[in-house]
Nanobody
C-alpha cells in the first residue's frame, strides 16, 4: 500500500492551498483517513480526520479554515486550506487505515511521504 501526497507549496498569509493524497496498492477498503502536520522543532499533530462515512474531526487551530473530504471510489483524501497563517507552515502528511483482505477485519496504518506547506507573512 502506498500513499502519495500532492499540492504543497508556498503561499502568502490569507491565501488558500489544496492538498490531495492518493492511496494505491493492495487495497480492499480504506477506512479512516487523516492529515497530520509537523512544524520544525515540533511534534507531529493531527490536523483533520475523516471516516469512511464522512464524519470529520478538526484540530481547534484549523476549524473554520480547513476542510477535509474524500473520494471512496478513487481512494483519495483532500485537504482544502483557506485563510492560511504563518503558523500553518509545516510538512503535511496523509495517513490511512487500510484493510487489505476481504476475509479479515485487520487494518494497518500507512503514511504518505509528506508535502511542505510554507505560508509567508
Amino acid at each position: 500500500v502506498q500513499l502519495q501526497a500532492f499540492g504543497g507549496g508556498l503561499v502568502q498569509a490569507g491565501g488558500s492551498l489544496g492538498l490531495s493524497c492518493v492511496v494505491s496498492g493492495n487495497i480492499f477498503r480504506v477506512n479512516n483517513m487523516a492529515w497530520y502536520r509537523q512544524a520544525p522543532g515540533k511534534q507531529r499533530e493531527l490536523v483533520a480526520a475523516i471516516t469512511r462515512g464522512a464524519n470529520t474531526n478538526y484540530a481547534d487551530s484549523v476549524k473554520g479554515r480547513f476542510t477535509i473530504s474524500r473520494d471512496n471510489v478513487k481512494n483519495i483524501v483532500y485537504l482544502q486550506m483557506n485563510n492560511l497563517k504563518p503558523d500553518d507552515t509545516a510538512v503535511y502528511y496523509c495517513n490511512a487505515d487500510v484493510t487489505t483482505s476481504p476475509s479479515s477485519s485487520f487494518t494497518s496504518s500507512y503514511w504518505g511521504q509528506g508535502t511542505l506547506v510554507t505560508v509567508s507573512s
